[in-house]
């Protein structure tokens, strides 16, 4: 069994030193030892990377929600080989409808466009999820990061171990590569 040493302070965030080497000194003073400690240094690790993924999505969804559909990227060939029925963005309703290629063959003015914005009525909406994908991320990194950092304190507070601050990295690494994962279907299905 470990005690905390005489005069433990809780090392300083993020505290991640390689135990070879020059740091070696710092990597032994840098062990986690009360329940509160872990518990903190899991959570804000996961409220880290999680918030860095759902960022990450969020970045995605502005470049593909925004700035390329919310363009109206112009098509010059709109031609479907496969039949001549096409669809069109009806641009003052806001909305598609299919109408006849052969119709606008011989129409020079005719503008049709490859796609039209999702968002074509409030831009703001783009951002309002982007940035609740950041609230989510942070709400899912700290509630996740919680009961992860609850059981790890628990367990090491019982068997009276310390804990290198490396521990509560990788759980919150583990954590955000299984909600990656996760977000993926795992089986196949038939076609």
Not at 107 to 133: L, W
Not at 157 to 179: C, E, K
Request: some cysteine.
């Amino acid at each position: 069994m470990v005690m905390p040493p005489v005069g433990y302070k809780r090392p300083n965030f993020p505290s991640l030193y390689f135990p070879l080497g020059a740091n070696k000194y710092d990597y032994e003073s840098s062990f986690l030892y009360k329940f509160q400690d872990i518990w903190m240094f899991t959570t804000v690790w996961t409220v880290i990377w999680m918030t860095g993924l759902y960022l990450g999505c969020s970045i995605i969804i502005l470049l593909t929600h925004y700035f390329i559909l919310g363009q109206n990227i112009k098509c010059k060939n709109n031609i479907n080989n496969n039949g001549n029925d096409q669809l069109s963005v009806d641009e003052q309703n806001n909305d598609l409808q299919i109408v006849n290629v052969d119709d606008f063959k011989d129409n020079p003015t005719y503008k049709s466009y490859f796609t039209s914005s999702i968002i074509s009525g409030n831009k703001n909406t783009v951002f309002i999820t982007a940035f609740g994908y950041i609230i989510v991320g942070a709400f899912q990194g700290f509630l996740s990061g919680s009961v992860v950092g609850v059981v790890l304190g628990a367990i090491y507070d019982a068997a009276q171990f310390r804990m290198t601050t490396w521990i509560p990295f990788v759980f919150s690494l583990v954590i955000t590569l299984y909600n990656l994962a996760s977000a993926y279907p795992f089986t196949v299905r038939g076609m």
